[in-house]
């Protein structure tokens, strides 16, 4: 933990023990003796920390700060990156979903993760305005479908669902048991298992029109069986990995790639000339072959041969596209 982090702790275990003994701070703080004296020192005459060796007690403990004194006040305690993300990022999911069938469940939480966010010091209206988490592609999801299938999760129900194939433009009745909503990349996924395909499935909540909540409990799917399926491989096109696709990065483009996290199980490798090597599971080669699209002359596809046959079919076709553009346009 950082250095405010064990001011915060500090103040957490006198505040709740009233003694604590120099062991219990140095085993939970983690820190040699000379780093707690530090601390303390600083404490004390930054903060006016009013904390004290309490020698028949054999601890430190808050001495009755004076009236006429200054007053001790810990700094505004700020959140990591990861932290910040996720609470701004629920307090913006939470803003976005449209009043009506959850707004009177949703007005506490969206309380709560105001004071969270107040916790660092700062009003949570300044940090809304002055930290931004933007959405891109994001695609509506109708409010009442949300609601029954989010209740169906937890209630562990089957659901029958109406549900577009964009695909094959074509729209299924299918019965399914939920097993987990999804967030990702701005849009919203469940992950069921289709009793007419008799397997698991993920459905893009956008895509479904209507939802009927059923009377049959839902078919349990072991967890571990879940993040074998849906985890193991890349994007969210799940299911055991078939491949591993093998993507060289030039020197410029590495300079970003090389923080990039694609998969949990990938290998990144720095090449003698600047350029990043990436290695990463797949079973559907769609989302991937878009990703690296999106990098253009900046990535090579070193292996599978599949997946550079795919890449070199797609880049073709719009070759085509602006050679012989469609009758009326230039």
Same mark, same amino acid.
């Given at each position: ?84 993300? +996720?609470? !701004?990022? @629920? *307090?913006?999911?939470? &803003? ?10 949703? =007005?506490? $939480? ?113 967890? +571990?069986? !879940?993040? @074998? *399926?849906?985890?193991? &491989? ?10 591993? =696709?093998? $993507? ?44 690296i699209l999106r990098h253009g002359r900046h990535v090579v596809v070193e292996a599978p041969a599949s997946l550079r046959r795919a890449v070199t079919e797609e880049l073709a076709a719009m070759t085509g596209l ?9």
């Open positions: 933990m950082n250095r405010t982090e064990r001011f915060y702790k500090i103040d957490q275990m006198l505040q709740a023990r009233g003694i604590v003994p120099l062991e219990a701070f140095l085993h939970e703080l983690e820190v040699s003796r000379a780093t707690f004296k530090r601390d303390l020192e600083y404490l004390r005459e930054r903060l006016n920390a009013p904390i004290v060796w309490d020698r028949e007690a054999g601890g430190y403990r808050f001495e009755r700060a004076s009236a006429a004194g200054p007053k001790y006040a810990l700094p505004g305690l700020w959140f990591s990156a990861d932290e910040t993300y +996720a609470l !701004l990022a @629920a *307090h913006k999911l939470l &803003a976005e979903i449209k009043p009506g069938v959850l707004a009177a469940h949703l =007005a506490p $939480l969206q309380a709560r993760l105001a004071a969270l966010l107040e916790g660092s010091g700062h009003g949570a209206g300044q940090i809304m305005q002055r930290v931004r988490i933007l959405s891109v592609g994001r695609r509506r999801v109708k409010p009442q479908c949300f609601a029954e299938i989010a209740h169906a999760v937890l209630k562990r129900r089957r659901i029958e669902i109406e549900a577009v194939n964009r695909a094959r433009n074509e729209t299924n009745t299918r019965i399914v048991s939920p097993q987990r909503l999804v967030h990702y990349r701005d849009n919203w996924y469940l992950d069921a298992w289709c009793h007419w395909r008799r397997s698991l499935r993920t459905f893009s909540l956008d895509a479904i029109q209507r939802v009927k909540l059923l009377t049959e409990p839902a078919r349990e799917i072991a967890d +571990a069986a !879940l993040d @074998a *399926h849906y985890a193991s &491989a890349y994007g969210i096109f799940s299911g055991k990995p078939k491949e591993r =696709a093998v $993507l060289r990065f030039s020197p410029e483009r590495a300079r970003w790639l090389g923080a990039e996290i694609w998969h949990a199980g990938q290998r990144g490798e720095w090449l003698p000339d600047g350029s990043y090597r990436l290695t990463v599971p797949y079973a559907d080669d769609r989302e991937l072959v878009m990703d602006y050679r012989n553009p469609p009758a009326g346009r230039s």
